[in-house]
Nanobody, 119 residues
Framework: QLQACGGGLVQAGGSLRLSCAAS????????MGWFRQAPGKEREFVAG???????YHALSVKGRFTISRDNAKNTVYLQMNSLKPEDTAIYYC???????????????WGQGTLVTVSS
């Protein structure tokens, strides 16, 4: 089970940190990912992190967002800086991918947390 939190309303240029807590003792063996979905748009890849800590970031967020994980806390984070109105979306965490950037390749999904960036 994945539980995402940390969303909210922030002004453009601000920061938020999303967290995704996973239950179970095998968290450290999973790759993890963050996706987002804006109204009327398809779910898109934001960032991924392998079980070994290798990270992947979408070009649209590179240099602004950072994915990280704490295996001791069974938690993956998404630090979001320099937020823009176009970052407004529901953000989802997901686990156990066979391909990091493809939503259908993830085995488990959290419920999502809403991020709203005002201009």
């Amino acid at each position: 089970q994945l539980q995402a939190c940390g969303g909210g309303l922030v002004q453009a240029g601000g920061s938020l940190r999303l967290s995704c807590a996973a239950s179970g003792r095998t968290f450290s063996s999973y790759g993890m990912g963050w996706f987002r979905q804006a109204p009327g748009k398809e779910r898109e890849f934001v960032a991924g992190i392998s079980r070994g800590g290798t990270t992947y970031h979408a070009l649209s967020v590179k240099g602004r967002f950072t994915i990280s994980r704490d295996n001791a806390k069974n938690t993956v984070y998404l630090q979001m800086n320099s937020l823009k109105p176009e970052d407004t979306a529901i953000y989802y965490c997901a686990a156990s991918p066979t391909s990091y950037s493809v939503p259908s390749q993830y085995a488990y999904w959290g419920q999502g947390t809403l991020v709203t960036v005002s201009s």
